[in-house]
C-alpha cells in the first residue's frame, strides 16, 4: 500500500503558511479548553498525522452538513484541514460514481481496516428499507457494512445524531439516530442543522491529535462545544436580565437589538457554540441577524412546539378538555353541596 | 420525551385540570350551601356591603392584637407580594399567561424578580420557623400547614435556582421548576391553600353573618 503523507505535507503542498497553521492550532487549543502548553503538541501531532481515511456517509438528508463544510467564504485552514484527510467516499464530492464509487469505500475498508473514520449525516429509515438506497443497498445495510472494522464513528448533524427532520412526528420514515444502532463502536454527535464547521473539523483535529475522543455530554456531544447554552454566552443576554424584549421582528426593541425570547428563542436549553465560535468564517451567528434560535443542536428540536413560542408557554391541548375539567367540578360541586345541606337538615333537624 | 417536555406537556395539563376541577368543586360545593337559620332577630340585613367591609377590614391587624401579631403579618405581606409578584411580573410567567389567555401586561427586570422572590422565601422561612417555635402554633398545626408552606415554597426556591444553574442543567432546572408548580397546582385546591380562591368568599360571610348578628365589624 503506498504510504499515505501526512497532515502536514498536504497543508504545506497546498500552501497554508506557518503561522496561518499555528494560528489553527492555537484556535483549536483555545476552543477545546486546553491549555496553551498544548499548542506545539496538536501542531506536532497534525504535521505529523498520517492523512486518516475518512469514509463520509450520507443518509436521509438534505446536504446542509456537506454544504456547511464546503461553502465557506473563502478557503480556511478548516477547509483545508478537511481536504488533508483522506475523504475516500463521499456521494457529494466524489468524482467517481457507480461501481466504482461502492468499490472506493470497499477499498477504504479493507486498506485501513480498524483504523478510519465514519461520518455519517442524514438518519437511517427502519421502516421500510426501500425508503433510501445509494447503490441499491439500504442505509441500514451500509451503515452496519462500513462501521464494522471502523475506529470511530461521528455522527454529523441533528439528523445523524438525534434522527433530526425526518425523525419528526409523525416519523413516516421510522428514522433513527446513528447511536441507536452502532452501539458496539465510539459515536460522537456532532448536531446542529448543520453544525459549526469550525466544530466539525476540531473534533476531527482532536482526534487526530490525541487519538482518543473528546469528552461528550450525555447526548453525546463534546462537551468542549456544547457544553454551554447560547443564552449563556449570548450578546443579548444583559437585555434578557433586564425585561427588554423585542415583541416583533419589527419594533423598536428588535432594532434596539434587545432579547427574543418573546419571540421564541430556544437559546437558553440549546447547547452550542454558535455565539462564540460563530458562522461564515466568525461573522455572526443567527441571533446576531435578528432570528432567534431554533436550538437545532438539541433533540427533537422540530417537535418542541412552535419555533415562535416563547420557551415558557405551556403545551396545553384545545379548551375543549379544560372545559370538561370544568364542568366536571360544577358537578363535584352540586352532589358536595347537596350531601352539605343533607348534614345541615339533619343537624337543624336534631338540634 | 424528556423531563422538560413531560413538565411543559401532559404534567401541566393533567395538573391545569385537577386545578380547574378542584377549584370549582370547592366554591360551588361552598356556595350552594344552604344559610345557616336565625335564631334570633337579625340586627341588620347583612348584605353586600357587610361583605366588603369585612374583606377590607381584615387585611388590617386590629389594634388589641398588634404587638402580637404585627411581626407574623409583615412576614405574611412580604411573603404574599413577593409571590404575586414573581408569579405575574416575572416576563416569562406572562408569556406562560398570554400562552392560553391570549394577552399580556407589562413586566418587571428579572434583577427585582430575584429580590422580590429572595424576600418572598425569607419571610416564608421565618414563618416556619415561628410555627416551629411556638408551642401554641405548632399544637393547631397539622400536616396540611406544613404541606401547604411546602408547595408553595418549593416554586420559588426551584426558580430562584434556575439562573444559578446550581448542579443541573439549564433544562432540568426549569423542568424541576414547572413540576414543583405543577405539584402546586395539584394541592392547591383541596389544603388550606385552598384561600387563594376561598379568602374573600369567606371573609365576606364573615362579615354578612356577623353583621346580622349585630357583632362590630
Known amino acids: 500500500m503506498k504510504k499515505r503523507p501526512t497532515v502536514g505535507e498536504v497543508l504545506q503542498a497546498k500552501g497554508v503558511s506557518r503561522r496561518g497553521f499555528l494560528k489553527y492550532c492555537a484556535t483549536t487549543a483555545s476552543i477545546l479548553a486546553l491549555p496553551p502548553s498544548m499548542i506545539p503538541r496538536i501542531a506536532a501531532a497534525i504535521e505529523s498525522a498520517r492523512r486518516p481515511s475518512v469514509i463520509w456517509l450520507s443518509f436521509q438528508e438534505c446536504t446542509g452538513c456537506t454544504e456547511s463544510l464546503t461553502r465557506s467564504a473563502s478557503p480556511t485552514v478548516e477547509g483545508l484541514i478537511f481536504d488533508a484527510i483522506s475523504l475516500d467516499y463521499h456521494h457529494t464530492l466524489q468524482a467517481a460514481s457507480g461501481d466504482q464509487a461502492e468499490a472506493a469505500r470497499h477499498a477504504a475498508m479493507e486498506e485501513n481496516h480498524g483504523s478510519y473514520l465514519v461520518l455519517v449525516d442524514g438518519s437511517i429509515p427502519l421502516g421500510n428499507p426501500g425508503y433510501s438506497t445509494i447503490a441499491g443497498i439500504s442505509n441500514l445495510d451500509m451503515l452496519k457494512e462500513t462501521v464494522e472494522g471502523a475506529a470511530a464513528v461521528v455522527a454529523i448533524g441533528s439528523c445523524a445524531a438525534f434522527g433530526g427532520i425526518p425523525g419528526a412526528d409523525p416519523n413516516p420514515t421510522g428514522a433513527v439516530a446513528v447511536d441507536e444502532l452502532v452501539t458496539d463502536k465510539p459515536v460522537i454527535n456532532v448536531p446542529g442543522c448543520p453544525p459549526i464547521p469550525m466544530v466539525m473539523t476540531a473534533v476531527l483535529t482532536q482526534f487526530l491529535t490525541f487519538g482518543q475522543l473528546p469528552e461528550l455530554d450525555k447526548h453525546g456531544r463534546p462537551l468542549a462545544f456544547y457544553g454551554q447554552t447560547i443564552h449563556d454566552r449570548c450578546y443579548r443576554r444583559p437585555f434578557y436580565e433586564q425585561g427588554k424584549f423585542a415583541e416583533t421582528f419589527d419594533d423598536e426593541g428588535a432594532k434596539a437589538g434587545w432579547c427574543l425570547y418573546k419571540l421564541g428563542c430556544k437559546g437558553p436549553i440549546t447547547y452550542n457554540a454558535c455565539a462564540t465560535a460563530k458562522w461564515n468564517s466568525g461573522t455572526s451567528f443567527p441571533i446576531e441577524g435578528g432570528h432567534p434560535c431554533l436550538g437545532c443542536s438539541e433533540p427533537a428540536f422540530w417537535d418542541k412546539g412552535g419555533f415562535y413560542n416563547p420557551l415558557s408557554t405551556g403545551k396545553f391541548d384545545s379548551g375543549t378538555k379544560l372545559a370538561g375539567a370544568a364542568a366536571a367540578g360544577v358537578a363535584m360541586g352540586v352532589v358536595a353541596a347537596a350531601a352539605g345541606r343533607r348534614r345541615q337538615d339533619k343537624f337543624t333537624r336534631e338540634g | ?217
Not at chain 2, 376541577?21 to 350551601?33: E, N, P, S
Not at chain 2, 337559620?37 to 398588634?66: H, Q, W
Open chain 2, 1 to 217: 420525551m424528556d423531563l422538560l417536555e413531560f413538565a411543559r406537556g401532559p404534567a401541566l395539563q393533567v395538573a391545569a385540570y385537577i386545578l380547574v376541577a378542584g377549584t370549582i368543586w370547592r366554591i360551588v360545593g361552598i356556595l350552594l350551601l344552604r344559610e345557616k337559620p336565625d335564631y334570633s332577630e337579625p340586627r341588620a340585613r347583612g348584605g353586600l356591603g357587610a361583605a366588603l367591609k369585612v374583606i377590607y377590614s381584615r387585611s388590617f391587624t386590629a389594634t388589641p392584637f398588634k404587638p402580637a401579631t404585627l411581626y407574623p403579618k409583615m412576614l405574611a405581606y412580604v411573603m404574599h407580594i413577593g409571590l404575586f409578584a414573581v408569579v405575574l411580573l416575572f416576563v416569562p410567567h406572562i408569556m406562560f399567561f398570554e400562552g392560553f389567555l391570549g394577552f399580556s401586561w407589562p413586566g418587571l427586570p428579572n434583577n427585582a424578580i430575584y429580590v422580590l422572590g429572595v424576600a418572598s422565601v425569607a419571610s416564608a422561612v421565618a414563618l416556619l420557623v415561628r410555627r416551629l417555635t411556638s408551642p401554641v402554633l405548632r399544637l393547631i398545626s397539622n400536616f396540611d400547614d406544613y404541606f401547604s408552606w411546602f408547595v408553595s415554597t418549593l416554586p420559588l426556591v426551584t426558580g430562584l435556582i434556575i439562573p444559578l444553574r446550581i448542579g443541573f442543567r439549564y433544562e432540568d432546572l426549569l423542568a424541576i421548576h414547572i413540576l414543583s408548580v405543577v405539584l402546586l397546582m395539584i394541592w392547591l385546591p383541596f389544603g388550606k391553600l385552598g384561600h387563594t380562591f376561598l379568602v374573600f368568599i369567606t371573609r365576606g360571610t364573615t362579615g354578612m353573618v356577623f353583621e346580622r348578628r349585630g357583632a362590630r365589624t
